[in-house]
Nanobody, 128 residues
Framework: QVQLVESGGGLVQAGGSLRLSCAAS????????MGWFRQAPGKEREFVAA????????AYADSVKGRFTISRDNAKNTVYLQMNSLNPEDTAVYYC?????????????????????WGQGTQVTVSS
């Protein structure tokens, strides 16, 4: 059974930092890229960042580029999202997702529907 469990969310003041973690289990037989998405109240789920299986490739939404950093530790089956210079517009529930690598397919996608597994989400609230 595949499980993705996020942690590290919370309340932070504008300008502050948070580090989210996502621990994956049940995916040991597959290679998978990982993504972070977020969803604010009344808005659609949006892409934040992604990282390839090896960690050598990353992708970011323009809104977080230069402030957020995605990384992974495959020995621990964990992916991280370091978030710096947070602002109130970053307030949302943050979700991690896994995309099983299939030969010939792009390693990441900005569309939630292209990811195979999801965590339950962790709330990030940035106060002004």
């Amino acid at each position: 059974q595949v499980q993705l469990v996020e942690s590290g969310g919370g309340l932070v003041q504008a300008g502050g930092s948070l580090r989210l973690s996502c621990a994956a289990s049940g995916l040991t037989a597959s290679r998978y890229s990982m993504g972070w998405f977020r969803q604010a109240p009344g808005k659609e789920r949006e892409f934040v960042a992604a990282i390839s299986w090896s960690g050598s490739s990353t992708a970011y939404a323009d809104s977080v580029k230069g402030r957020f950093t995605i990384s992974r530790d495959n020995a621990k089956n964990t992916v991280y999202l370091q978030m710096n210079s947070l602002n109130p517009e970053d307030t949302a529930v943050y979700y991690c997702a896994a995309k099983i690598q299939v030969y010939g397919s792009r390693w990441y996608s900005v569309r939630p529907v292209d990811y195979d597994y999801w965590g339950q989400g962790t709330q990030v609230t940035v106060s002004s």
